[in-house]
């Protein structure tokens, strides 16, 4: 008789699993982004020299953004985080 895994295990695994590899997939994209838009960087600084260093790193931000997708904020709850019905 072979073991096998009961299958309510398997599919209690397979939640957390999912939502690692989105935030995973999510952090990959947004750095390919990030590392796109590190030509442009240089270029700004020079034109806006005598802009402060915060002033650089909010344009930084605001492009990034302006680029980056809207995060999706429908989808299943932690367990242990908000309030239990």
Known sequence: MAFSEPQGNLNSLELPMKSVQRLVDQFN???????SLEPRRPVRRKMLRRSGQ???????LLEFDALR???????TRLAGQGREL
């Open 29 to 35: 994209h947004d750095e390919m982004i990030w590392r």
């Open 54 to 60: 915060e002033l650089h790193q909010a344009l930084d």
């Open 69 to 75: 997708p809207v995060d999706d904020c429908v989808g």
